[in-house]
């Protein structure tokens, strides 16, 4: 069954980028050969491929593109040069880490005849969701590090899939809690932001020095975004005014765990999360 080709090919990584690989130049050859009629007897595998190839990528693609047309254009090539084989055009569907009940998930794994392509739909739910987590907070960037870690000591051989699918489904949870961390902090997802880069990864706060951290937050990104005009960064003055701006809250708010050179390097930080992030009010 194609399934089964699926599963033995899409993992792990480097078995993957093989395949694909030589897909990708097996379609080229055969372009290059039509319009002779000897491309005819080629033409059913070629089709197989390109399915095999199609169908591992929609598993790889937390969020696959619309290819339904191409995967029926290549289903009726298939249907009418290989007998037994039935085809689905409808793309797989992807994983929403934010829904998922990793216990029954878990379960799923265990009694799958197709590990490999488990595995890889959710890498790349994972993925897609560190992306998007990223991009809000770059602080997070460790859970990317840890997450790499770990694909690398799968395809060196150090865990095998099921160890590997263990830890991926406890970077799920945490990832899953680090999306809702600024509900438990009784911050914004902005003021989150701000308060992460004055926190991570130092220094270390007592509970009173935390609470002093998040009213600078707080403060800093409204006293901020009084002052965003259009084409800000553009203008001199305006780029100065928000400078001073994040130079007062924090000479004011933080507290003396914060070092001269600590400071700078908040500054700093601080500084070009706003520059990034807010192009104007």
Same mark, same amino acid.
Do not use: C
């Given at each position: 069954?194609?399934?089964?080709?699926?599963? *033995?090919?899409?993992?792990?990584?480097?078995?993957?980028?093989?395949?694909?690989?030589?897909?990708?130049?097996?379609?080229?050859?055969?372009?290059?050969?039509?319009?002779?009629?000897?491309?005819?007897?080629?033409?059913?595998?070629?089709?197989?491929?390109?399915?095999?190839?199609?169908?591992?990528?929609?598993?790889?693609?937390?969020?696959?593109?619309?290819?339904?047309?191409?995967?029926?254009?290549?289903?009726?090539?298939?249907? *009418?040069?290989?007998?037994?084989?039935?085809?689905?055009? $409808?793309?797989?569907?992807?994983?929403?880490?934010?829904? $998922?009940?990793?216990?029954?998930?878990?379960?799923?794994?265990?009694?799958?005849?197709?590990?490999?392509?488990?595995?890889?739909?959710?890498?790349?739910?994972?993925?897609?969701?560190?992306?998007?987590?990223?991009?809000?907070?770059?602080?997070?960037?460790?859970?990317?590090?840890?997450?790499?870690?770990?694909?690398?000591?799968?395809?060196?051989?150090?865990?095998?899939?099921?160890?590997?699918?263990?830890?991926?489904?406890?970077?799920?949870?945490?990832?899953?809690?680090?999306?809702?961390?600024?509900?438990?902090?009784?911050?914004?997802?902005?003021?989150?932001? $701000?308060?992460?880069?004055?926190?991570?990864?130092?220094?270390?706060?007592?509970?009173?020095?935390?609470?002093?951290?998040?009213?600078?937050?707080?403060?800093?990104?409204?006293?901020?975004?009084?002052?965003?005009? $259009?084409?800000?960064?553009?203008?001199?003055?305006?780029?100065?005014?928000?400078?001073?701006?994040?130079?007062?809250?924090?000479?004011?708010?933080?507290?003396?765990? %914060?070092?001269?050179?600590?400071?700078?390097?908040?500054?700093?930080?601080?500084?070009?999360?706003?520059?990034?992030? %807010?192009?104007?009010?």
């Amino acid at each position: 069954m194609l399934d089964d080709a699926v599963d *033995a090919l899409i993992s792990p990584d480097h078995v993957r980028r093989e395949f694909l690989g030589h897909e990708r130049l097996l379609k080229t050859l055969y372009g290059a050969v039509k319009p002779d009629p000897a491309a005819i007897e080629f033409t059913p595998r070629i089709a197989l491929m390109s399915e095999l190839a199609l169908r591992i990528k929609q598993k790889i693609s937390p969020e696959p593109a619309n290819i339904t047309g191409i995967l029926n254009e290549i289903s009726a090539v298939l249907d *009418a040069s290989i007998s037994g084989v039935e085809m689905s055009s $409808i793309p797989s569907a992807s994983i929403d880490l934010s829904k $998922i009940d990793f216990e029954a998930l878990a379960q799923r794994f265990k009694q799958s005849n197709h590990k490999n392509t488990e595995l890889e739909a959710l890498k790349a739910a994972i993925r897609s969701r560190l992306e998007r987590l990223i991009r809000i907070n770059k602080t997070r960037a460790n859970f990317a590090e840890k997450f790499e870690e770990l694909i690398e000591s799968y395809n060196a051989g150090s865990r095998n899939i099921e160890e590997l699918f263990e830890e991926l489904l406890k970077l799920s949870r945490s990832l899953s809690e680090e999306q809702t961390r600024h509900v438990r902090e009784k911050m914004t997802e902005e003021e989150l932001v $701000i308060f992460d880069i004055l926190t991570r990864p130092a220094p270390t706060l007592s509970s009173e020095e935390r609470g002093e951290v998040k009213k600078v937050a707080r403060e800093l990104l409204e006293r901020v975004k009084n002052l965003l005009v $259009i084409d800000w960064r553009r203008r001199q003055n305006s780029r100065a005014r928000v400078e001073d701006a994040i130079k007062d809250v924090l000479d004011t708010g933080l507290p003396r765990a %914060y070092d001269k050179a600590l400071y700078e390097e908040k500054y700093s930080a601080l500084f070009e999360h706003v520059y990034e992030s %807010y192009s104007a009010a």
